[in-house]
């Protein structure tokens, strides 16, 4: 990478590595090791733009983030804080792309070790998903860049192929109506003659307090 390049790509590594630091647990062994890889990383920056070696150590950064227990949630906040980039160089912008492309790849793998109680959370995931990996394929299509577009057609449509299949067997979700806001006890025992099924009630509708029901929301079929 020029050194022109390089000067606005640094300062972009930094502030993308910052906010992938701010996922990190700062307690475990594996959090230690992604807070040492992801400083070494930043102090590092310039030089790695300009030796073009910057791909392995950046990629590593954000395994190890995951593996220390980032959340999709998390990663999908630093990737929009990446997007609000506006780099001028040639450099700046391949190192934003590589760092939107990292955050999608991370994002996929953390969701495929997820476990859904919720059809709601899995269609969510699936919305938030589709526009970014949207623009990102865009983006490589128009940069003639077939090996990173044909890479991310098959991940988005890995991902999108699990969440389906992941939400299958999941039951399916009917809407409810009461006369009044009530406990989410006598909620269950009303819909499902169980009022021990109360919990699926608070976590499919996220009731802030279980006392004081909604009166609409959603339940599961069976």
């Known amino acids: 990478m020029m ?37 070494d990383t930043r102090a590092k920056a310039y030089k790695l733009c300009t030796d073009d070696t910057l791909g392995p150590p950046l990629d590593e950064c954000f395994d190890l983030a995951r593996q220390a227990g980032s959340t999709s949630a998390q990663i999908n906040y630093v990737r929009e804080q990446i997007e609000l980039e506006n780099p001028a160089t040639l450099g700046g912008a391949l190192v934003m792309n590589a760092g939107i492309r990292l955050c999608l ?95 699926e009630l608070r976590t499919e509708n996220k009731i802030v307090h279980p006392a004081f029901c909604p009166m609409v929301g959603q339940a599961l079929s069976s």
């Open 3 to 39: 050194r022109h390049d390089a000067n606005e790509a640094a300062p972009i590594v930094d502030r993308m590595l910052a906010q992938l630091l701010a996922t990190v647990p700062s307690k475990g062994r594996a959090g230690s090791d992604a807070r040492t890889a992801i400083g």
């Open 105 to 199: 790849a991370t994002q996929c793998r953390i969701i495929a070790g997820m476990s859904f109680v919720s059809r709601q959370d899995v269609d969510a995931l699936k919305k938030q998903l589709l526009q970014p990996f949207r623009d990102a394929e865009e983006i490589a299509a128009d940069e003639m860049d077939q090996m990173s577009f044909q890479a991310l057609i098959a991940l988005h449509g890995t991902v999108t192929n699990h969440l389906v299949a992941t939400a299958r067997p999941l039951p399916r979700m009917l809407n409810y109506q009461f006369f009044e806001p009530l406990p989410s006890l006598v909620m269950a025992y009303k819909l499902y003659d169980d009022a021990s099924r109360c919990d």
